[in-house]
């Protein structure tokens, strides 16, 4: 019999509690789940700080921290392109025949939608709390941010010296204090 | 004698009533107009719902329509380019040869004034309604948009389910209900 | 009653007698033929000399001169993408809807095909002759090259100065002249 | 303790015999092995049939197939770039740290160890029929391809037609029955 | 005895006295100083209004103008790159080799520490009246802008015509006189 | 008086002494000279083995140690672009304006003259030693390469490690031994 394969795309800027309860939550629906990591090319930004391999590995360790069997998943990174209407063949072009997807964003959930595909709404568990938004707010504030994520992203931000990359980031360019723009 | 070819250049997201009366006023100028539909590569957002081939279709229908001779013009998707200072020769290479720039923008304006183009702002027609901003806003809220364009454009928003397209587009994204940002 | 459309992609360099020819042929199983000019990106070599906007000129004229009626045919160029298995997606965006693909090409044959397009070779008129090998091959020494194309080719070829940027264009590079490589 | 990885590089077009040997090797020496699957982008060629989806699968599979551990192990799509001198830096923003590199390409070699990498060149396990032109040549011919390779090769070829893919990519083109050039 | 070199990038929108102040004062601490050129690609913007080859010259005539021996700098233009991760690597392969990196930039400064380079703020001169937004400023409201840069910059912008440039690339377009967005 | 500008590139790999003889036979005819060096984004292969840093480096003090005067000349790395007919408005944006262009390339040569520019083939000197093909050959073959190479390419190619470079890259890659392809 044929595996059900499901599809779930985040930029993961970092893994945090939520991506693991949504990955398990999917678990219960398809035989295999596909993780797309997205924004690949992106890092060094305050909005997306990790790598692509610095996410694959925070992922990657997480979900064995978890016990998620390996042979229920795949992970691939993913860079943006800049044509909607081309991005879902991308997709398919990257990863293993799926044949579902989960999504909240409302452009992957259409894109995806116009060319066939079975699109739901992934649960969202403790949303307020449960955000990168958050995460890299309180890495940045000095509040606990250690309790929203694995232990695979708190070891792997302490080995890339993340903390500081952000605030380094963060400060501002002396040449901004200009007078008029 | 050698043809009098002049250039044009549109998003027409979608195709209105202005594009086709600016068309015409251009058309007691020049032998034929070249038409490019600009921004060839978006589609499926806000502001650029349609594909190029959609705009293609909507555009060589409602000339058409109009009973514009096609020995009069020539339509042309164009892709952006990051250069401006290159995107006249990028233009150039993508169309039959033109003398004249009809245009209202003035970055196109300049650039093509550089290269020694004489350039023309075109008439607008009753600006106030004949936009795209128009037309896409009175799509997402159920207002009379068909008035503003013509039956083309009626017929293949219908045939792309492009009123859908976009209200789904307009849907917020559950993760954007964040605490902070 | 939905309109049948097809879609045939050649890169045209230059446009000949059985481009007409096919485009005619096909028009006989479609409603409406989309013409894509491929490789838009190229011009200016020995294989490619022909600008996008030069070859697009041609098949309108072309079919202008053969009375097919415009409201049966869309001309789109087409730039290459290095990504095959994306390729039809790209196709897709920049066209009208299409069902049927006629081609001769394996690659695209085998491409749409995965796609679920119903492709059909399309017939060859007079292959020995009706190529755009051949016809490029008789411009650069200087046989009879305009018995095989539209006059309207002949027109715009000249119009380019054509012929002698092939000449041009087949020079040797002196440092070409080299003792070993 | 910090784990030492090493990185491997593959087109694995497609997975066979002599990439899991090499893995089973490599892993004496490291703890954890990334696998990068090299020219992402491409597929559907005589010499790259397969996306870098269906080789992510096959070697997933066969990994699991043989037995080794997950926690061992990251799997990779990498896309060439066009870049030389900036590849290695490319390959480290898509990867988790690692400090050895295990190759036999000399360009690859080189480059790394310009970026002062550790570079082993890896065993080769009967490289006469292992290796993916070997493979290739015989799923061509018809000749026994399937005792080269882990059973999930053999599965997923069957899963994607990729026998017929690849006898469809080998027809000529008819236009290729060409007079001269 | 080797030579110690600094690298510096600006933008130099268009080069002003802050930019020489700065080159004069590096070249107290290194042997020779690489000026990169930043955002090399963009022109004809309000923020960006000279082409590359333009602030080449601009640059090049103004340290001759101050007597600064060519022997001590290069001149680079870069293109900017989407991929922060690989940008240094991206600057070292367009420049000759350096130890040294000027920066008041937090991105750059944390990009080339994490690659190990010795980083350090330059002085800033003035920087109420030094910026390139003031100068665009004042050249846009026909203030004393002249003042503010060297010789060669008056006289490039006056061969290029470049206060008429940017006041074009001020207007408004007559679609942004829209009712709604 | 406005000064004469001359374009003339090469990919100057390495730079040899042939392109200081053409360099100062071009500087008789013009006030100054834009060296483009070409292909700037290659490196690391048997044709193309220094970065575009290391060759502005050679060029930079070959020229100094030829006491040409620097307000002579700008040197200029390019990247190729796949885009023939827009070729000419890239060299235009990266460059000073010029009105005269020197190459012995025939795609050069015809870009040029259909953009309107006086083109002229510049003088060759001892084509038979003076190529860059030539040094490489004999960089890889230990014969005596230093001959025909300014001193500032001997110091360069030593301190990049360039030599062992070339040599390595040379190798045969161990899976190139195949049976069959």
Do not use: C
């Not at 229920?72 to 860079?79: A, R, T």
């Not at 079975?118 to 449960?130: H, I």
């Amino acid at each position: 019999m044929e595996k059900k394969r499901g599809l779930l795309i985040g930029r993961m800027q970092p893994v945090h509690n939520g991506h693991i309860q949504v990955i398990k939550e999917t678990l219960k629906d398809v035989d295999e789940i596909i993780i797309g990591i997205g924004s690949a090319q992106l890092s060094h930004t305050l909005k997306d700080p990790f790598t692509a391999g610095e996410r694959v590995m925070m992922l990657t360790q997480a979900l064995s921290e978890n016990s998620i069997k390996h042979r229920h998943y795949y992970i691939i990174p993913m860079e943006d392109i800049q044509l909607n209407a081309v991005w879902p063949a991308h997709v398919k072009m990257m990863t293993p025949p799926f044949s579902k997807v989960f999504t909240g964003n409302p452009l992957v959930d259409r894109l995806f939608r116009e060319e066939g595909y079975d699109v739901t709404r992934p649960p969202l568990f403790n949303r307020e709390e449960l955000s990168g938004t958050e995460v890299r707010y309180r890495m940045l504030h000095d509040e606990n941010w250690e309790s929203l994520v694995p232990q695979a992203t708190v070891d792997i931000v302490s080995e890339v010296d993340g903390i500081q990359r952000l605030k380094d980031l963060s400060k501002k360019e002396v040449s901004d204090l200009k007078k008029r723009e």
